[in-house]
């Protein structure tokens, strides 16, 4: 398994769905943020007034606690991913093509059908995929803006190792 090629595989999740990650990524980042700051713990106010006015017993003052600091790395990690993911919905959404033309460049060719939003092709090992390219980050490379016509066959490259990620090629497009 070429570890570029499963690279481009999982980043072409959020630039194949550019519309829905700037949405997912947008709202969920600054809660992200938030649960990953080291004041976030429940009752970490309330317990810093009661530390400040001297109104617990020295027995209960707080340890270093492991969970917490596991919690927030992991919650860290996931904003980071999330940022990522914002960013490159955004590049998707303008029209850059971020793993369209690795994809392009290194993908095994066989023809599929287009119907409406969705791809049908099968890969050299027999599988059949059915995938989407949907309006807003369509799965078309190098000219994003060809006309497709439904039902029309088409040329498309997919990366042999993961064949969701896939491009139309739409300079062997019929004319």
């Known amino acids: 398994m070429n570890p570029l090629d499963t690279l481009m595989w999982l980043v072409n999740f959020p630039a194949s769905h550019g519309y829905a990650?700037?949405?997912?990524?947008?709202?969920?980042?600054?809660g992200l943020?938030?649960?990953?700051?080291?004041g976030a713990?429940?009752?970490?106010?309330?317990?810093?007034?009661r530390e400040r006015e001297g109104l617990l017993p020295l027995d209960t003052r707080p340890?270093?606690?492991?969970?917490g600091t596991i919690v927030r790395i992991v919650f860290r990690v996931l904003a980071f991913v999330m940022l990522g993911s914002l960013v490159i919905g955004i590049l998707s959404l303008t029209g850059v093509p971020v793993t369209r033309?690795?994809?392009?460049?290194?993908?095994?060719?066989?023809?599929?059908?287009i119907d409406g939003d969705w791809v049908t092709f099968t890969?050299?090992?027999?599988?059949?995929?059915?995938?989407?390219?949907?309006?807003?980050?369509?799965?078309?490379y190098p000219d994003r803006d060809a006309y497709l016509?439904?039902?029309?066959?088409?040329?498309?490259r997919y990366l042999p190792d993961h064949p969701q990620a896939f491009v139309i090629d739409s300079a062997q497009t019929p004319r």
């Open 21 to 30: 990650m700037v949405f997912i990524a947008g709202f969920s980042i600054l």
């Open 33 to 38: 943020f938030a649960v990953s700051a080291r």
């Open 41 to 49: 713990t429940p009752g970490g106010s309330l317990r810093a007034i």
């Open 63 to 67: 340890r270093a606690g492991i969970g």
């Open 101 to 113: 033309a690795y994809i392009y460049d290194n993908g095994r060719p066989t023809t599929a059908t």
């Open 123 to 140: 890969t050299a090992e027999g599988v059949e995929y059915t995938l989407e390219s949907n309006f807003f980050t369509p799965a078309v």
């Open 149 to 156: 016509p439904s039902g029309a066959p088409v040329v498309v």
